[in-house]
């Protein structure tokens, strides 16, 4: 008789602890730490940087201009850094945002792949000057955010996303 006292009083310990864990609970129910607006600005974000990644890598194949391929060299390791450092902040949050890129950026990524030469790098660099305008706007609307971590990270990657514009827009001029 005395062992089945103690087993109740074990298993009602275990699950008192279990249910003061936070971040288990939250995590078990698939909740998230952050409202519409972040989790809007994470599914967005994470689409540019993978997008980013991907049409850096075919200029990084398909430019036979030394600028271009340094800047997308450029881009694929800091768009990765920064996709990385989003993640942490996401997984820690408990967001979880899909690795697919909308049809638009696949469609654009098609189109400027069949091009050589000149053409493809004014395509893409003009791409560039594009995204990275959308990519500032995107992060600077996050400075009004009432999560601190994504304020933060947001005036963190800014000068990086703005020193992008500011070659993409340098290299488009040098283009002829």
């Not at 005395?2 to 909740?31: H, T, Y």
């Not at 990385?84 to 899909?98: F, H, Q, R, S, W």
């Not at 594009?130 to 706007?137: F, L, P, Y």
């Amino acid at each position: 008789m005395r062992k089945f006292i103690w087993l109740p009083a074990v298993v009602l310990l275990i699950a008192g602890a279990s249910c003061g864990d936070n971040k288990r609970a939250k995590n078990f129910n698939q909740q998230t730490k952050v409202d519409d607006d972040a989790l809007q600005f994470f599914t967005i974000a994470n689409e540019a940087n993978i997008a980013e990644i991907k049409t850096a890598t075919i200029a990084e194949n398909n430019s036979k201009n030394p600028r271009v391929v340094n800047y997308a060299k450029m881009l694929i390791k800091d768009h990765t850094d920064n996709r990385n450092e989003m993640k942490k902040i996401m997984l820690d949050k408990y967001v979880t945002v899909g690795d697919t890129v909308s049809v638009e950026h696949k469609m654009m990524a098609d189109s400027i792949s069949k091009l050589t030469g000149l053409a493809f790098d004014k395509s893409y660099m003009n791409m560039m000057v594009k995204d990275h305008q959308q990519a500032i706007e995107l992060y600077k609307a996050q400075r009004q955010n009432t999560l601190k971590t994504l304020v933060n990270f947001a005036d963190k990657s800014l000068p990086k996303l703005q020193a992008h514009l500011d070659s993409a827009k340098a290299i488009v001029a040098s283009l002829k």
